[in-house]
């Protein structure tokens, strides 16, 4: 009697969807991609309202130890050495792109005095809009 | 007689395809950071030489001292009472100004704090958004009398 020859078949991982997932990721990750301009460490104060702030917003943070850093939204942020510097380039914002929106970060437990002078530099700068960034207050916050 | 030809492979090489995808995974996992990009509007008024003049007595004056305690028109109060005094005096005038001036001193997220509590008027039974002020140090020792 003739026996059939058994089909080998060759064991293999069907990957023919994989690239696919992977470009799916790909197109998820550069859409929701935001590359941080400035990345002060700083603990925000907490707000019960929070609205989200447009992309690409400029950048005026202020660290635990009053040290004042701006970002035009674009380029990393940069140590200033006084907030009449933060005037400067907030004006020179403002002048290309007079709907631009600033952002102050700011550490909570920094003086009132210190976020005044930004806020004060940024009105003679004609800025209209400004975000005071925040954390999320919940309950348990008091 | 049969030639042995090598016929060429008519398949596109895409093994490398899924390496190079998850390549790019990996630098936008890793350049991806998650942070607070949101806040409270802060509309600055304009920067104006001549500010209408407001009497004392025509607005609300918050004053909040380095520790964090709050003096409402010369009175000590909590967070959580400054709505219930407000609500009288913006029903019979809603566009009364309520001036928030932080000494200097005062940490900033005390002046937040004040700042989000008022801005939710309108959740705490106002029928309009409260007429907020919060007068820079140079505004104060240019127009404040």
Request: net charge negative; aromatic share 8%; proline share 7%.
């Amino acid at each position: 009697m003739k026996l059939k020859a058994t089909i080998e078949h060759k064991p293999n991982i069907p990957t023919a969807s994989m690239a696919d997932i992977a470009f799916l990721l790909i197109i998820f990750f550069m859409l929701t991609i935001t590359f941080e301009v400035d990345k002060t460490q700083v603990v925000l104060p907490k707000t019960t309202l929070r609205y989200e702030i447009p992309k690409q917003s400029a950048y005026v943070s202020i660290d635990p130890n009053g040290r004042i850093r701006v970002s035009d939204g674009n380029e990393q942020s940069a140590l200033v050495s006084a907030a009449d510097e933060v005037l400067s380039m907030a004006a020179g914002v403002i002048a290309m792109d007079p709907q631009k929106v600033f952002v102050v970060k700011s550490d909570g437990e920094v003086s009132w005095e210190k976020v005044d002078e930004v806020i004060d530099a940024l009105k003679r700068a004609k800025v209209r809009d400004v975000y005071l960034l925040s954390d999320q207050r919940t309950v348990t916050d008091g | 007689m049969k030639l042995d030809r090598d016929r060429p492979d008519d398949e596109i090489p895409t093994s490398s395809m899924a390496d190079i995808a998850f390549l790019l995974i990996v630098f936008f996992m890793i350049t991806t950071t998650f942070t607070a990009t949101r806040g409270l509007d802060f509309a600055l008024p304009e920067d104006d030489d001549d500010p209408p003049v407001v009497e004392k007595e025509e607005s609300v004056l918050i004053e909040i001292l380095p520790s964090g305690e709050l003096i409402v028109d010369q009175d000590p109060m909590q967070l959580h009472e400054i709505i219930p005094y407000l609500k009288p005096k913006l029903e019979r005038n809603p566009k009364k100004p309520v001036i928030i001036r932080p000494d200097t001193a005062t940490p900033y997220k005390y002046m937040v704090q004040v700042y989000d509590e008022l801005r939710q008027g309108e959740d705490h039974g106002l029928a309009e958004p409260i007429n907020i002020s919060v007068p820079t140090q140079r505004e104060i020792q240019s127009f404040w009398y």
